[in-house]
């Protein structure tokens, strides 16, 4: 396995343990629960996000920008009359 196989799977696997501490945050029933949960996706986030930008300064992670007409109609979709 060489080094982006492990950080893609680094990647994925922050994806989920970022999903559930999402899912603990919302079905919280007390505010500690909550607070632990929050903090705990918060920091989450921050990982995910220094390894994206890790796979993307060496290109392992490449993105496309959306056409600016599908952006917008995907925008007018979502935007109330």
Do not use: C
């Amino acid at each position: 396995m060489n080094d982006r196989d492990v950080m893609e799977n680094i990647l994925l696997l922050e994806k989920g343990v970022i999903d559930l501490y999402l899912h603990g945050t919302v079905e919280s029933s007390t505010p500690n629960v909550r607070g632990t949960f929050d903090t705990a996706l918060s920091d989450s986030l921050t990982m995910q996000d220094d390894v994206y930008a890790k796979m993307t300064a060496k290109g392992w992670y490449q993105t496309k920008p959306a056409p600016k007409t599908e952006v917008d109609t995907v925008k007018q979709k979502f935007t109330v009359s």
